[in-house]
């Protein structure tokens, strides 16, 4: 019963409880840029164009942020949606 009361009272706030869901399923972008497929809970994550791309950590998000468009168009061609 307190976790649903817990839940209840986050969402009168506004508070997330859970991490948000992002594209590429929420594989890691930087990740998949290189070829690898990492998957995350997106606690680590950016919006770009309405959306919400995950990250593994905040040193493969900085490393993605050096060169965003190359990256996003190689991440989307490992994924399958180039």
Do not use: Q
Request: glycine share 8%.
């Amino acid at each position: 019963m307190r976790t649903i009361t817990a839940i209840i009272a986050a969402a009168l706030l506004g508070i997330s409880t859970f991490a948000s869901a992002g594209e590429m399923g929420d594989e890691c972008a930087w990740g998949l840029a290189n070829g690898k497929h990492v998957k995350t809970d997106c606690s680590v994550n950016m919006e770009k164009d309405g959306k919400t791309y995950c990250f593994s950590n905040d040193k493969a998000k900085e490393a993605f942020m050096k060169d965003p468009e190359t990256n996003m168009k190689k991440a989307k061609k490992v994924y399958g949606r180039a």
